[in-house]
């Protein structure tokens, strides 16, 4: 249960005591006026008789909860202001200074003033439950002041031993970095800064091997061995720098001798038009020394020979692309070649030629997939046009002289008007929106485009009806019923 939680349930403990204490007064008043009856009667009694029934009465009202009595009864209620102002020290508490708290392992690093401090909050829910609001409001500012004492002072130590932690860490003493560390996470557990370095301490034990055994080889002047124990180092901890320094050294010491010969093999293989082998030696040398001014020669020969065969290779495939009637191949092989040679004529005129038909392609699949887009005058003139393009590529596309061929039979089709049969009631008004007026009918043939069409029909006293209707290209006629048979 948190602190808000006790707060509301220490409320309704109060409510509930309040009414309580008010039932308990009634009795104890009732028992009061019953004894002072009976002793009103009882003149004749000894007096020590009459001591000893108010000696009951006292101990009655005591064992009633009389202070309770008392606090209800008393005229000094603690003030309301005094009752506000703990409210808004607990909310204080609450939002500002137990989020920071809670970043802190309060209960492993200080034990004490952790119990210390849960007790000093219930002792504040307490007082304020019993309505002693001042106690109340005295009990959570000694909280906060506890709280913060504690997150200053577990910030000054975190602050201290990530620094430590730091320092133990870069002169690779495990242990010691290790206990400061796990000290750091205790006092600041959401610390990113304390999280990388904590992973970083964590790979000491199996850095520490192999710096050991990297260091002997060094002295041993065992230059292969040291730089594969330092790519190791190097693969568990990407930013020690003297490891990183020390590879380099030894790269250009062990490599100095294997380049030249890896650079010669390379013009070797191009001359020869093996391009793989000459990658390959290349690469070779760029391991060793990447920035030498031998690279640069030898990759822009094989550049060369690799841009001749590829514009070849391209070629051919746009070739045997355009023989499958295959435009959208055709024309990603001629875009690769002309990539590879901008100023090439031959290549220009096939990509001109290929971009136009996989243009008419694309619109033609449109029109054929979209037959009643021809409704419309204007899209059935582009088509035309479009058609009568096509004509110049029948023998280099047979599909798409298919579809122009297509496409003219569909705009025909889509011209042609066809019948439509209304049958109605003879008393509702019939309209066919952006068309005209069908009137007053019981059956009858009107002539439409195929396309999309609204038909109204509207009666006086009756709801009108709105019916979406698609006249069909495809079919010799069409019909439909409409009449307004729901009333108002």
Same mark, same amino acid.
């Given at each position: ?52 029934? !108010? ?10 909860? /009389? ?34 708290? =809670? ?7 200080? &034990? ?32 906060? /002041? ?6 200053? #002072? ?6 201290? !031993? ?28 959401? +610390? ?22 990297? =260091? ?5 002047? &065992? ?25 380099? @050294? ?6 100095? *001798? ?32 990447? =920035?030498?001014?031998?690279? /640069? ?5 094989? &550049? ?18 355009? !023989?499958?009637? #295959? ?24 990509? @001109? &030629? ?6 008419? =392609? ?18 059935? +003139?582009?088509?035309? /046009? ?7 590529? *029948? ?28 049958? +109605?009631?003879?008393?509702? #008004? ?7 007026? @069908? ?29 979406? @209707? ?19």
């Amino acid at each position: 249960m948190n602190f808000e939680k006790k707060l509301i349930e220490a409320q309704e403990n109060r409510r509930a005591l309040f009414i309580n204490s008010a039932i308990a007064i009634v009795v104890i008043l009732v028992i009061a006026f019953g004894i002072v009856f009976f002793l009103s009667t009882a003149q004749n009694k000894p007096d020590e008789q009459t001591a000893v029934l !108010a000696d009951d009465v006292d101990a009655l009202i005591q064992a009633e909860q /009389t202070p309770v009595v008392e606090s209800i009864l008393s005229p000094d209620i603690p003030d309301a202001e005094l009752r506000q102002a703990y409210i808004a020290a607990v909310n204080d508490y609450q939002n500002r200074l137990l989020p920071k708290l =809670n970043n802190v392992d309060l209960e492993k690093w200080n &034990k004490t003033q952790a119990e210390r401090l849960a007790q000093l909050e219930d002792q504040a829910l307490s007082k304020f439950s019993s309505a002693d609001y001042a106690a109340a409001l005295q009990l959570i500012e000694q909280t906060k /002041t506890l709280a913060q004492t504690l997150i200053d #002072d577990s910030q000054q130590q975190y602050e201290a !031993a990530l620094a430590q932690a730091q320092q133990a860490y870069s002169e690779d003493r495990y242990q010691d970095a290790k206990f400061q560390i796990d000290t750091a996470l205790m006092l600041n557990k959401e +610390s990113r800064e304390a999280t990388s370095l904590s992973d970083k301490i964590a790979k000491l034990p199996e850095l520490l091997p192999l710096l050991e055994k990297s =260091n002997t080889a060094r002295v041993e002047n &065992k230059h292969q061995q040291e730089l594969n124990l330092l790519n190791q180092i190097i693969r568990l901890a990407p930013d020690r720098l003297s490891a990183i320094e020390r590879k380099q @050294v030894l790269v250009a010491q062990i490599s100095k *001798a294997n380049f030249n010969t890896a650079i010669k093999q390379a013009h070797q293989a191009i001359s020869k038009g093996d391009v793989e082998l000459a990658k390959q030696k290349i690469a070779t040398a760029i391991k060793i020394f990447p =920035n030498r001014q031998e690279i /640069t020669e030898a990759t822009t020969a094989l &550049k060369q020979l690799e841009k001749q065969q590829r514009i070849e290779a391209y070629l051919q495939s746009a070739q045997s692309a355009m !023989a499958a009637d #295959d435009w959208p191949a055709t024309q990603k092989s001629l875009e690769l070649a002309l990539n590879e040679q901008r100023d090439n004529q031959y290549i220009q005129t096939l990509l @001109v &030629k290929s971009t136009s038909i996989i243009k008419l =392609n694309n619109e033609f699949n449109h029109h054929l997939n979209n037959p009643y887009q021809l409704a419309n005058d204007q899209r059935v +003139s582009k088509a035309k /046009t479009r058609i009568a393009e096509a004509a110049a590529f *029948a023998k280099d596309s047979p599909s798409l002289n298919k579809k122009a061929a297509e496409l003219a039979v569909l705009i025909e089709q889509m011209s042609q008007k066809i019948p439509v049969k209304i049958s +109605s009631d003879n008393q509702t #008004d019939i309209l066919v929106r952006g068309v005209g007026m @069908v009137g007053l009918t019981e059956l009858k043939t009107i002539h439409l485009t195929p396309g999309q069409y609204k038909f109204e029909g509207k009666r006086k006293g009756y709801k009108s009806k709105l019916i979406d @209707v698609l006249i069909p290209y495809d079919q010799s006629s069409y019909q439909l019923t409409i009449y307004c048979d729901e009333a108002i």
